[in-house]
């Protein structure tokens, strides 16, 4: 199926427009606040001498921590723009990145067929999907576990919309790193509260482990307090059947 044009020119002409320089996309958190709490939450459940799968890695800042906690890293995005930097800020290639479109059934049982079963990383990839491909990416996570991987989740709630609704009504508008966000036609945090859990288990997922969480982000608000974003976590393995 694959994920519409408008979609995909979205994050191109995103990804396009963004720098190099750490931070600058909204959600491009330092490791500390992300993936390093996140592995620590997924270890347990998983077979670390699996390899990791980061969907919608973006520019790798992710996935190069995740090369250090398993033995093979490999960052997908649906944006060509998106891993031309994270090639360009891993020179010494420790993580492996190529586009991959996760609505893309065929393209993702490839990526399976190469690899074999996986772990998977995904942050907040669900939730700013257009509605019709969500479904497949869900069921995606299912493809790359095969009987053996286990994933790590984590997604943006309705009530992030309202903090972000809320960031953006100050005295200047929305900051501008969340304006950039809005200015390319992306929608964060459009799933409702219930849509997740369900897409989750109608892909074949069980949920060995969740809460909730909060998301850190790169922009702060005018007194210095940095944006966090409410969401949920989940640890998952694939059913007997799905995988």
Not at 29 to 52: F, K, Q
Not at 70 to 85: E, K, M, N, W
Not at 146 to 157: I, N, S
Not at 208 to 232: F, H, S, V, W, Y
Request: glycine share 6%; net charge negative.
């Amino acid at each position: 199926m694959g994920v519409s044009l408008r979609y995909r020119e979205a994050w191109e002409g995103f990804w396009s427009a963004t720098s190099d320089t750490p931070g600058e996309a909204i959600w491009d958190a330092d490791p500390s606040l992300s993936s390093v709490p996140h592995s620590e939450l997924l270890l347990p459940y998983a077979d670390a001498s699996l390899p990791v799968v980061d969907l919608g890695c973006g520019n790798g800042t992710q996935t190069r921590y995740l090369a250090t906690r398993f033995p093979r890293a490999i960052g997908v995005d649906l944006s060509h723009a998106a891993i031309t930097h994270a090639r360009r800020a891993d020179p010494d290639e420790v993580a492996e990145f190529d586009q991959l479109d996760l609505a893309d059934a065929e393209a993702v049982a490839a990526l399976h067929e190469r690899i074999g079963d996986t772990n998977v990383y995904m942050r907040a990839v669900i939730h700013q999907s257009e509605a019709e491909a969500r479904p497949a990416v869900a069921a995606a996570v299912t493809t790359l576990l095969g009987e053996r991987g286990r994933a790590f989740v984590a997604e943006l709630t309705p009530a992030s919309k309202t903090v972000l609704q809320q960031v953006a009504q100050g005295p200047d508008g929305p900051p501008a790193k969340l304006r950039r966000v809005l200015e390319h036609g992306l929608n964060p945090a459009s799933a409702t509260e219930e849509e997740v859990p369900q897409l989750l288990r109608a892909a074949g997922l069980i949920t060995l482990a969740g809460g909730e969480t909060a998301l850190a982000q790169t922009e702060r608000l005018p007194d210095g307090t940095r944006i966090e974003l409410p969401a949920r976590w989940f640890v998952l393995a694939a059913t007997p059947a799905a995988a």
